[in-house]
């Protein structure tokens, strides 16, 4: 995930998807829940990003 001016920043992307989660799993007693398209695209782009920060880190220690 890079940085730009007006880009957040992957920690703040992973914090503010981590309230999002949070409050939607407090409902212990609902079976599923939604996700807006542009929650589920932050969260695909989030993982995204670990991804590749990992698959980089496994490169430079092979």
């Known amino acids: 995930m890079t940085d730009g001016p007006d880009m957040p920043?992957?920690?703040q992307v992973a914090q503010a998807l981590s309230h999002?989660?949070?409050?939607?799993?407090?409902?212990l007693a609902a079976e599923t829940i939604s996700l807006t398209r542009e929650e589920?695209?932050?969260c695909l782009?989030?993982?995204d990003g670990v991804a590749e920060n990992l698959g980089r880190n496994d490169a430079d220690h092979s």
């Open 20 to 27: 999002v989660l949070r409050a939607k799993l407090a409902d």
């Open 45 to 47: 782009g989030l993982a």
């Open 9 to 11: 920043s992957a920690l």
């Open 40 to 42: 589920a695209a932050l």
